[in-house]
Every structure is written in C-alpha cells, then in structure tokens.
T-cell receptor, first 115, second 111 residues
Framework: AQKVTQTQTSISVMEKTTVTMDCVYE???????LFWYKQTASGEIVFLIR??????ENATEGHYSLNFQKPKSSIGLIITATQIEDSAVYFC????????????FGAGTKLSVKP | EAAVTQSPRSKVAVTGGKVTLSCHQT?????MYWYRQDTGHGLRLIHY???????EKGDIPDGYKASRPSQENFSLILELASLSQTAVYFC??????????FGPGTRLTVL
C-alpha cells in the first residue's frame, strides 16, 4: 500500500529566505505521480506543483521547485524568496497509476514566514 | 466560478442521526474523492469514484457510504453519525493521473 510521510510538523523561516520541506513515500510501482498542495489559513487547498516519476528533471513552477531523489523515495518542496503569504500548511501526495487508485497525502508541514 | 462546490458548508448533527454531504463539480472530471481532515492532521481518504454509479473504498470507509449518481455529483453519507466523525470533509475532483481540485470543505460537528 502506498504511504506518504512528512516528518517536519512545522517550520519557521524569515521572509525572503529559502525553505525546503521534506516528503518521503513508499510504493511498489516503478511509475507514479507526486504532488504538492498548499492549504491556507482559510482552509482552501490548492495545487502547487507535480513530479512524474519517469521524468529526471526536477519540476519548477514560479518560486516553487522540487528536489526529486527517486533512489531515496524522496520529493522535497523548495520555496525560494519566501513571502509572508507563503505561510500555510503544505501537503505532499502520491498517486500510483494502476488499478484506478487514488492519491494519498502526508500529514502536512506548517510553514510560518516571519517578517 | 468555483469548479468544485460542497454543501452544506457547515453542519451540526446529533449522534445517531443521518448526515449527507454533497459535492458538485463542473470540471468534467472522471474522478471524485472524499477526504477527512481532523484538526492538525492531514487528509485521509474515505471513498472515491472514477465513474458514475460506482464507488471505491479508501483508507477509512467504516461508518461512511458514498454515492455517485452522475459524473458531476458525489455524496458522502453518514447513516449513524458518531462523535468521532466530527471533522472537516473535503471533496475533490481530477482527471486520472492529474492534480486534484478541492472544494471549500464542510465542517461537521456531531453532538
């Protein structure tokens, strides 16, 4: 069964710095999809960025990028030049493509960006 | 216009009562999902569906039923609500291997 683990419960950084949030996963499949989502204080959940396991290049989207290390089953989210509005809870998710499966989520990491 | 809507947005139910949470999507997505979020925790999968008139069990299906009468609509049913089902419930939709679009959530309090 697929499993997603985020060990960092909370992180606090100063504005305009770079932060990395960790995520490790377990899967028996050689092909899978990884996602990061952001949940704001209002409760809204939005998609940020994805990494397909067969792609060697790390995905980037604006000031978000990923550090994909397939041998370590790791997908870290990197936020550069953090802003106050980046304060939120970040979730990692994985989907195995077989058997019409559904994505599973990690427990989330709460990021606080301080001025 | 929001592509995934949920109703009600909040609800107070009594223990042992029946609760139905509704979700509607205009994304034309095949997949729909119900997740539960407890305070300070992640999203746990309850039920999902990849085609109308069919549902699949997630990781925590006990105490919940799901119904997908059409591509656009997906309901979560609590036949006998219990205190432990107090949580925020999120519906989402997606294409098969793509990112999910979430609804605004329904805050359910069981007393």
């Amino acid at each position: 069964a697929q499993k997603v683990t985020q060990t960092q419960t909370s992180i606090s950084v100063m504005e305009k710095t770079t932060v990395t949030m960790d995520c490790v996963y377990e899967t028996r499949d050689s092909s899978y999809f990884l996602f990061w989502y952001k949940q704001t204080a209002s409760g809204e959940i939005v998609f940020l960025i994805r990494q397909d396991s067969y792609k060697k290049e790390n995905a980037t989207e604006g000031h978000y990028s990923l550090n994909f290390q397939k041998p370590k089953s790791s997908i870290g989210l990197i936020i550069t030049a953090t802003q106050i509005e980046d304060s939120a809870v970040y979730f990692c998710a994985m989907r195995e493509p077989n058997n019409n499966n559904a994505p599973r989520f990690g427990a989330g990491t709460k990021l606080s960006v301080k001025p | 216009e929001a592509a995934v809507t949920q109703s009600p947005r909040s609800k107070v139910a009594v223990t042992g009562g029946k609760v139905t949470l509704s979700c509607h999507q205009t994304n034309n997505h095949d997949y729909m999902y119900w997740y539960r979020q407890d305070t300070g925790h992640g999203l746990r999968l309850i039920h999902y569906s990849y085609v109308a008139d069919s549902t699949e069990k997630g990781d925590i299906p006990d105490g919940y039923k799901a119904s997908r009468p059409s591509q656009e609509n997906f309901s979560l049913i609590l036949e006998l609500a219990s205190l432990s089902q107090t949580a925020v419930y999120f519906c989402a939709s997606s294409e098969r291997d793509a990112e999910q679009f979430f609804g605004p959530g329904t805050r359910l309090t069981v007393l």
